[in-house]
């Protein structure tokens, strides 16, 4: 069956702009979600959407934000970047959440470069 | 506040020897402890867990061991193979107000040496 999907794969903005990243989850996962791979940091939580809500959210600025539609398939925006927002973002889905007996399943991520 | 810490950001071992990746936890509520392992260009990928009921489990060539007492959990990789160049994540699972969440660590990047 197919992955997860993330689009896009690499990008580069500049300041002040806004980003929307995409994933689509593997079919029949309802859970998915996000992090932020930077180098010294591992992967810090973002927040995570199950069946459309967001059920679990990170520690990071209202900058960040997401929806899941109903197809699960979700999406990330980031408004007005900063430098230190370049990072992989991750995406990884689940049948139910992540936890030990429901293991994630990431993309390949999208890195993202803000100049 | 790093809640799970991998305190060896890298690791060099020779082929065919054990490699021992290390990793603390602070908080006592973890109920799972996982091992992603990540290529370059790759998504993470789910390697083995242990549940904080036991001690140990294995799988093949890997092996977790937990130690609750001092917070602390091991992989060994016996013996290691060019392909496990990779960089490993400590991840741990725990309820927060009814969601389970994962915390991972910061990560170490294996190295081995043919």
């Known amino acids: 069956k197919a992955g997860v999907t993330q689009t896009p794969r690499y990008l580069i903005k500049t300041r002040g702009q806004q980003v929307t990243l995409s994933c689509s989850p593997i079919s029949g996962h309802r859970s998915v979600s996000w992090y932020q791979q930077t180098p010294g940091q591992g992967l810090q939580f973002l927040f995570e959407?199950?069946?459309?809500?967001?059920?679990n959210k990170g520690n990071f600025p209202g900058r960040f934000s997401g929806r899941q539609f109903s197809n699960s398939r979700s999406e990330m925006n980031v408004s007005t970047l900063e430098l230190g927002d370049s990072a992989l973002y991750l995406c990884?889905?689940?049948?139910?959440?992540?936890?030990?007996?429901?293991?994630?399943?990431f993309g390949a991520g999208s890195r993202l470069t803000v100049l | 506040d790093q809640q799970v810490k991998q305190n060896s950001p890298s690791l060099s071992v020779q082929e065919g020897r054990i490699s021992i990746l290390n990793c603390d936890y602070t908080?006592?509520?973890?109920?799972?402890f996982l091992w992603y392992k990540k290529y370059p260009a790759e998504g993470p990928t789910f390697l083995i867990s242990?549940?904080?009921?036991?001690d140990k489990n294995e799988d093949g060539r890997f092996t977790v061991f937990l130690n609750k007492s001092a917070k602390h959990l091991s992989l060994h990789i016996v013996p290691s193979q060019p392909g496990d160049s990779a960089v490993y994540f400590c991840?741990?699972?725990?309820?927060?107000?009814?969601?389970?969440?994962?915390?991972f660590g910061t990560g170490t990047r294996l190295t081995i040496i043919p």
């Open positions: 242990i549940s904080s009921i036991k």
């Open positions: 908080n006592s509520m973890f109920d799972y």
């Open positions: 990884a889905s689940s049948f139910q959440g992540g936890s030990g007996a429901n293991v994630l399943t």
């Open positions: 991840a741990a699972s725990a309820v927060f107000f009814g969601n389970e969440k994962l915390t």
């Open positions: 959407y199950f069946s459309e809500t967001q059920r």
